[in-house]
């Protein structure tokens, strides 16, 4: 029989908690494992890793790569996985890729994290194109960013109607990633969720940020979710806010950003602000160090490589023998929080 330790049983308890109802299997050891939630805990809530796409270094996708990235935040307790948005290198994915991205990560879903998928396209054509595959996945949710060829607020709207017309599932509007200089208004997202109940889910990352969040978190209702995002440099504050969890490219520190999200359902405030200091001691280190994310992926055996895939086609990071030693002085910090059996690997 395999043991389990007490924060193992915890975590499992936590994200087994906070999944939607489609997310489950009904097998002996998933009803075994169920247990009264906390009470932040409920579907469609906590942390919501953005995977990264990985790279082989000719700069094709590797697809066995993205299965283990997946296993690895499923493994790991977070309560969803999303793919692909701005973390995933979407702009730099074919629609092929993007097609066969999205039906591997649905066929090969583990059995904690809800499975959203990005649907993003330039204008209301191309994003339909992505959503009906995806709603013939059947996945947990989907998430879109505006249009980016959009120059107004009625394309905005149009946009999402169209979305919130095509499916019945959550919908999580992401707040960038459209026009230049353009985020949907807080009043505008309000409108479509009394409309259109599923499209109440919302990733908010637009300035004034604060301002914002607090503005959609006091529709609630109409608003189901309003989720953090920007790496996860603010999620401290947002969870005192009242948001219902993160949305982030951090999928290297799953097991961290569980860890947090399970710290606060549990009101641990003092550890809870423990974690998240050793969390942005990793995270700024990215802005002096670029691509210590792909660094830790490959030191903890989720990527073969430290490839990415660029404006400038692919290329392989390179750290010097001084970058390693202070990522590895860093994320020596983190190991309280981490899955022992993951926190390093021969590869």
């Known amino acids: 029989m395999t043991s389990m330790t007490r924060r193992d049983c915890l975590a499992a308890l936590a994200s087994a908690a906070a999944l939607p109802a489609s997310a489950l299997r009904a097998t002996p050891r998933d009803v075994a494992a169920a247990a009264p939630s906390p009470p932040t805990a409920g579907p469609m809530r906590g942390a919501f890793m953005?995977?990264?796409?990985?790279?082989?270094?000719?700069?094709?996708?590797?697809?066995?790569?993205?299965?283990?990235?997946?296993?690895?935040?499923?493994?790991?307790?977070?309560?969803?996985?999303?793919?692909?948005?701005?973390?995933?290198?979407?702009?730099?994915?074919?629609?092929?890729?993007?097609?066969?991205?999205?039906?591997?990560?649905?066929?090969?879903?583990?059995?904690?994290?809800?499975?959203?998928l990005g649907v993003q396209g330039r204008n209301v054509a191309e994003m339909t194109e992505y959503a009906r595959r995806a709603e013939a996945l059947a996945p947990d949710a989907l998430i879109a960013m505006p249009p980016s060829a959009a120059t107004t607020l009625d394309e905005y709207r149009a946009y999402f109607e169209a979305l919130g017309d095509l499916t019945k599932r959550p919908v999580i509007i992401q707040t960038s990633g459209g026009a230049k200089n353009l985020a949907p208004p807080v009043d505008m997202m309000v409108a479509l969720a009394r409309e259109r109940p599923h499209l109440g889910y919302v990733k908010e990352e637009s300035e004034p940020l604060v301002e914002r969040m607090t503005a959609l978190v006091a529709e609630r209702p109409p608003m189901t979710r309003v989720f953090g995002a920007s790496l996860g440099i603010g999620w401290l504050y947002e969870m005192r806010l009242g948001l219902d969890g993160v949305i982030t490219g951090n999928a290297m520190y799953a097991d961290l950003m569980a860890r947090m999200w399970e710290l606060h359902a549990r009101s641990q405030s003092g550890e809870l602000r423990d974690a998240f200091g050793r969390f942005l001691l990793m995270r700024n280190l990215n802005q002096q160090i670029p691509g210590a994310d792909l660094y830790?992926?490959?030191?903890?055996?989720?990527?073969?490589?430290?490839?990415t895939r660029g404006a400038r086609g692919a290329r392989t990071l390179q750290f010097s023998p001084d970058q390693i030693a202070e990522i590895e002085y860093r994320f020596e910090g983190l190991k309280p929080y981490l899955m022992p059996s993951r926190t390093t690997s021969a590869i």
């Open 50 to 116: 953005i995977l990264s796409t990985p790279f082989t270094e000719s700069g094709a996708v590797d697809w066995d790569d993205l299965a283990r990235e997946a296993r690895f935040v499923d493994e790991c307790g977070c309560q969803g996985i999303v793919w692909p948005q701005g973390s995933s290198s979407v702009s730099y994915l074919t629609k092929e890729e993007r097609l066969r991205g999205m039906e591997l990560l649905v066929k090969s879903r583990g059995k904690r994290a809800a499975i959203v």
């Open 296 to 307: 830790v992926m490959k030191k903890r055996g989720i990527f073969k490589t430290t490839a």
